[in-house]
C-alpha cells in the first residue's frame, strides 16, 4: 500500500538520495518530477513546485501542477508523480501527468497504485477526460495506461521518437462519488482513510467555513448537489457534529446511503444537558446569547432556538456506528433515533464518541464494508 504525499522539508534528505539513484542507474530524466532531476537545490526545487500548484503564483508558460511523492508503509519514497491541471504548450501532447518509479522499486505495482491515486485527484479538481502519453517503445507504461481505462487517441513524435497518446474517460470509470463530512476540530483530509474502503468511487472531504446548522447545512447541500449533478451515485460519510449538520441540509433525494459515526442526533438534549453542568438556565442563555463554559463549550440562545424548531427530517437509507463509551449521546438516545429514521445501529463495546485508536478503526473499516 503506497500513498501519495507532497512534499515537505523533512522529506530532503530522502528525496535526495530517491534522486541519486535515478542518476547512480543511469537515467538522468526524472518524468513526473517538475524539474527535481534539474533543479539540484531540493529547497529550490520545492520552492519551485509549490509556487507553481497556485494558479497566482505559477511560472509563465507553465501548467499549474500539483507533485506528490509515493511512499510505502516504511515511508520510504518509492516514487514521483504529477498532476498538471490543464494542458497548455507541449502538454497538449504529453498530457495531465508524467511518472517515475525508483529504480529499486519497480515491477512491484507501483505505477499502477500511483496512476490510480492521480486519476481520483483529478476527477477531485474537475478533470473529466484524463489524458496521458508513452513511448511506443515503452510497453510496460502503455499496458499499466491501458489498465487503467486509456484508449488510444492519436499519436505523434517526441525527439524523433513516436509517442502514443490515451484518454481515461475519468466519469466512466468511476461513476460514483463518497462525501466525507468531518466532526468538530476535524478536517477534509480525514477522507483519505475511506478512500481504500471506496476503490471505485471518488471520495471527496468537505472543509466546511461555518459552524451552526443553519449555515453549514447549506455548504453540504452545495457540494451534495454539484456531486449529483455530476456522479450517478452519491455516498455520504457524515462523523459527529458532521452528521447532525447533513441532516439539516436539503440532501435527501440526493444521497444513495449514508454512513454516520457517532452521530449528534439530539442537540436539544445535549445543549440543555451542558446548561446544566454549567449552571445556566433558559432566562440566563436567552438574556445573554452566548454563556462561555469551564468546559469549553458556547451555548447559544441561537442554536438552541433553531434546533428546537427544526427537528430532525432523515429519509436516506443509514448505518450508525456507535461507541458504547460514548459521553455525548446515551445509548437509550441512539436507540431512539435510529428506530424513528430506520437506521441499523452498530456498537462497539469500549468504543468512544472519537474513532481514532488503531482497534476503533479497524472495528469501523470492517463495519463500514458489511453493513450495506
Known amino acids: ?8 522539508k523533512e522529506h530532503k534528505a530522502e528525496a535526495l538520495a530517491f534522486r541519486q539513484e535515478f542518476f ?27 509556487k507553481n500548484a497556485s494558479p497566482e503564483t505559477v511560472a509563465p508558460d507553465w501548467a499549474v501542477s500539483e507533485t506528490y511523492f509515493a511512499v510505502d508503509e516504511g515511508d520510504r519514497i518509492v516514487g514521483i508523480i504529477d498532476l498538471r491541471h490543464e494542458l497548455i504548450g507541449i502538454l497538449k501532447d504529453a498530457g495531465h501527468c508524467g511518472y517515475s518509479v525508483r529504480p529499486s522499486e519497480r515491477k512491484k505495482g507501483y505505477a499502477t497504485e500511483m496512476l490510480s491515486q492521480i486519476i481520483r485527484r483529478a476527477g477531485q479538481i474537475g478533470i473529466d477526460v484524463f489524458q496521458l502519453a508513452a513511448d511506443r517503445s515503452n510497453e510496460v507504461s502503455i499496458k499499466i495506461i491501458k489498465n487503467a481505462g486509456g484508449k ?39 477522507a483519505k482513510h475511506y478512500e481504500a474502503l471506496f476503490p471505485d468511487s471518488f471520495v471527496f472531504g468537505l472543509d466546511y467555513r461555518t459552524d451552526s446548522p443553519w449555515e453549514t447545512n447549506k455548504e453540504i447541500e452545495r457540494e451534495i448537489r454539484y456531486l449529483s449533478e455530476k456522479y450517478d451515485e452519491v455516498i455520504l460519510i457524515a462523523n459527529s457534529i458532521g452528521a447532525f449538520y447533513s441532516m439539516n441540509a436539503d440532501i435527501y433525494e440526493m444521497i444513495e446511503r449514508a454512513y454516520f459515526i457517532s452521530p449528534m442526533v439530539d442537540l436539544v438534549k445535549l445543549i440543555t444537558d451542558m446548561m446544566k453542568w454549567a449552571n445556566v438556565t433558559e432566562e440566563d442563555l436567552q438574556r445573554e446569547k452566548v454563556i462561555k463554559t469551564e468546559f469549553g463549550e458556547d451555548l447559544s440562545w441561537d442554536y438552541l432556538c433553531y434546533v428546537r424548531e427544526h427537528p430532525v427530517k432523515w429519509t436516506v437509507p443509514t448505518a450508525i456506528l456507535y461507541g458504547s463509551k460514548d459521553h455525548l449521546v446515551s445509548i437509550e438516545t441512539m436507540n431512539s433515533f435510529a428506530e424513528r429514521i430506520n437506521a441499523s445501529l452498530t456498537v462497539m463495546e469500549g468504543g468512544e464518541h472519537w474513532f481514532h485508536t488503531e482497534e476503533q478503526m479497524a472495528f469501523l473499516d470492517e463495519w463500514m464494508g458489511d453493513v450495506f
Open 152 to 190: 488510444y487517441e492519436r499519436s505523434f513524435i517526441f525527439e524523433g521518437e513516436e509517442a502514443d497518446i490515451f484518454l481515461i474517460d475519468i466519469k466512466a470509470v468511476k461513476k460514483s462519488a463518497v462525501l466525507y463530512v468531518h466532526g468538530k476540530g476535524g478536517n477534509a483530509e480525514e
Open 24 to 50: 547512480d542507474n543511469g537515467e538522468k530524466i526524472i518524468n513526473g518530477s517538475e524539474l527535481f532531476d534539474k533543479i539540484d537545490s531540493y529547497d529550490e526545487w520545492l520552492e519551485f513546485i509549490k
Open 1 to 8: 500500500m503506497i500513498r501519495l504525499i507532497k512534499p515537505e
